[in-house]
């Protein structure tokens, strides 16, 4: 089972967050993140949308830690002086992959992490449509089986199939959609 690091920019948006976890709770990869990956996207987050109250981000924080027990890496911190990365704010990233020894990490900010970099680690930068298109390769039934979970748990609004599968494309997942829209009447 893959073990992937999931990076800021991958938790932030809250439609994105909820798919990748709920893969993970179902076991389809492992997950994990850093208390510092948490507080960058928590942080953004509410920055970026004053309306949004700390409370609420604190208790999917809560439910994340709780339903993901093992996913917070911890002994990351010494290894990032170590390490160099064009943005050196991302070294935390990376050396939170070492630790945990995901084999991935997830994000849309393929340029920070340059494969000649991260082979010496024996890791790589995918974006999350090439991280669910693997996932989609080893278990196709349950991507399809979470997709149709996650768009019934939305209420607020609720989603027919087509709907989802376009909040999910927003979500710059079009090879997934693509797959996924071969069974919309199953999701």
Known sequence: MIKAVLDACVLYPDPLRNFLLRLAFE?????????????????????????LKREK??????????????ATVRGYESLVPTLQLPDLNDRHVLATAIQAKAEVIVTFNLHDFPKSILQCY??????????????????????????????????????????????????????????????????
């Open 57 to 70: 981000l604190e208790r999917t924080c809560r439910k994340m830690d709780f339903h993901f027990p093992n």
């Open 27 to 51: 076991k389809a990869f492992f997950s994990f993140w850093s208390g510092e990956i948490r507080n960058e996207w928590t942080r953004s987050l509410l920055r970026n949308c004053p309306k």
């Open 122 to 187: 024996e890791v790589e930068a995918i974006p999350p449509d090439k991280m669910v298109m693997r996932l989609i390769r080893e278990a196709p039934i349950l991507v399809r089986q979470v997709a149709k979970s996650h768009r019934m748990s939305l209420t607020r609004p609720s989603f027919s199939p087509s709907e989802y599968l376009v909040m999910l494309e927003r979500q710059r997942l079009p090879k997934t959609v693509a797959f996924l829209r071969e069974y919309e009447s199953e999701v």
